[in-house]
């Protein structure tokens, strides 16, 4: 065995066992789990164009194909490493070169880089994540969409800064989640658009004099297009960045959700509980029972926001080029964040699944605690006239006694009214009992919401139509991505095993 087959020609040492340790090791390892069939895929791909090119013969690819065939077919196992190179790739090619010499197994890599070569396949990696990604968040969305029509009419109390501000329903927070959701959607779509361009053909940095057909090799591994710009191409990882973002901003949203339903989960509230499976228990108070689920997840968001601030790190205050920490290093935080999104967001969709709720402490809630104060405030507007600051004078007098007197929203009167009217303003207001018990109740309040983005309920079921066809275009764009690899895929193959048809 030649020492050029080892790639260690231009240094005289070993690799330190320290470096092995804290680097090649790891390094190798993950690429052996997340590239290796994206790399089978790419040496057939740049087997087929130097083919066409005529940059290799046909007898020399005939013999080439084959053994990558054979060694996809094994499996990441069959390649012997020792982790003393640093890339999965010096392992591929010595294997290569074993089997069929340094004369046609060398030929292989012709008008190529490990640059390139790397940089295309943690690309198709991360762009397989995404659509798993992609895939798990979109059953979430239907899961939420489902439980917005089941919920449309359940009252509770909305709230901001952590106080009973206006009725709501459970189903409107839920439908409030699902578009935020839903923007996480086109956040990944955009990542994953930078992610699918291919930088094969870049060479180590500004592509080579044979004439490659970078296009050509684009569309057979799935891509949109090339990454047009040598440098650029193995120079950036901004789609790897904009990955770690992204999954940064859905995860920071799933923690939010998920503090909500911790808190109305806890005996104070009551409104929630979750499944017994996602739920643990005290080792000596026999009444507990822990959202574990909830505060795993919580923490899985601030994983996921710290591999985004590790890529990130990675990344600042390197040059703008080809380097390990800014490119490479990257890609362990990158698919380390994915992998814990795509766990969560099945997760959360069981614990959503599983959830119950105690609707008549969620609608007694509401009426306990003055939620409906704003549209008393609008019902004197419009049967008086008044303006909006002076009926919110007036209620907010009205609120002040009853709490004071420990009396709840449903105890305030016509004659309440009237008294603060006459000592603000001095004119009562003869209110019809009708309009303030209409006024007061959460229910009979929601119904008016009808202004576009309110919670009434005829307003509510059509924006679940009009979200469930959304839902189901985004479906479609992200199945239709998965058919264009899948065709891009097997007709690689089919062309590879055409080109070198077995013995």
Known sequence: MTEAVNLRERVKEPPSPLLVESYYRGSVARAQHHVF????????????????????????????????????DAGPDAVPVDYRQEDLYSYVEKLIIQKLGPD????????????????????????????????????LRQTMLALVEEHIGTVMPGYTHGQHAQPITFGYWLASAADALARDHERLMGALAHCDLCPLGAGALSTTAFPLDRAWIAGALGFT??????????????????????LAVMMTLLSRLATDLQNWG???????????????????M????????????????????GAQHAAMACTKNTAFADVNDAVTAVNEPVLDATLRSRRILALFQEVM?????????MENAAREGF???????????????????????????????ALAEGRTAESISSAALDAAAQTLFGKALDIPAAKLRAALDPAENLLGRNVQGGPAPDTMAALITRRRDALAQDREAVAAINQRLADARTKCWAEAKHLAPPP
């Open 37 to 72: 069939a994206h790399e089978m895929w790419v040496h057939l791909a740049h087997g087929l164009m130097l083919e066409r090119q005529g940059i290799i013969t046909r007898d020399a690819m005939a013999q080439i194909l084959p053994e990558i065939i054979a060694m996809a």
């Open 371 to 401: 939620g409906s104060a704003t549209e008393l405030a609008d019902v004197i507007v419009r049967e008086t006239g008044l303006s909006f600051r002076m009926a919110h004078n007036i209620v907010a007098i009205v609120v002040r006694d």
């Open 225 to 246: 297009a090339p990454l047009e710009l040598a440098y650029d191409a193995v120079s950036s990882r901004d789609d790897a960045l904009e990955a770690a973002s992204a």
């Open 286 to 305: 026999p009444q507990k029972k822990n959202p574990v689920a909830l505060e795993h997840l919580k923490a899985a968001a601030a994983m996921v926001q």
């Open 104 to 139: 046609i197994g060398g030929r292989l890599h012709t008008g190529r880089s490990r640059n390139d070569l790397n940089a295309t396949t943690w690309r198709m990696a991360l762009r397989t994540e995404l659509l798993a990604v992609l895939a798990l968040l979109a059953d």
């Open 266 to 284: 806890s005996w104070e509230y009551g409104f929630v509980e979750l499944a017994d499976r996602h739920s643990a228990v005290s080792s000596i």
């Open 353 to 361: 699944q599983g959830l119950s709720l105690n609707k008549h402490r």
